[in-house]
């Protein structure tokens, strides 16, 4: 057996929030969209991961999501530009990442990040 495919379910009745944080700042497609479900990715060979954690690192606490892409300061520029507030950084790591804590439209703290 392999496993294909791990999705982050979050809750909520503003479905179309998620539209302009995932969608618009963070640049990610529509995959599916049932109306009750809407799913966000893209069409890249994206890797399988579930991480399990005490603390978030730097004694920050565990984000719900964790998010890498390929240009943090833009994406850092886009959350402030739209009025999200950062709950941390943006830090350079000593594992290797730069990254901040930002919360989506539904309270999750979401971890965006760029390996170094």
Known sequence: MEVKRIVANISTQQID??????GELLGLDILMDHGWITSYGNTENMRVQIAFATE???GTAVPDLSIEVDNIEE???????HGYEIEYGPANEPWGVRRFYVRDPFGKLVNILMHL
């Open 56 to 58: 978030g690192g730097s």
């Open 75 to 81: 994406a850092y520029a886009r959350m402030k530009e």
């Open 17 to 22: 929030a998620a539209q302009h944080f995932y």
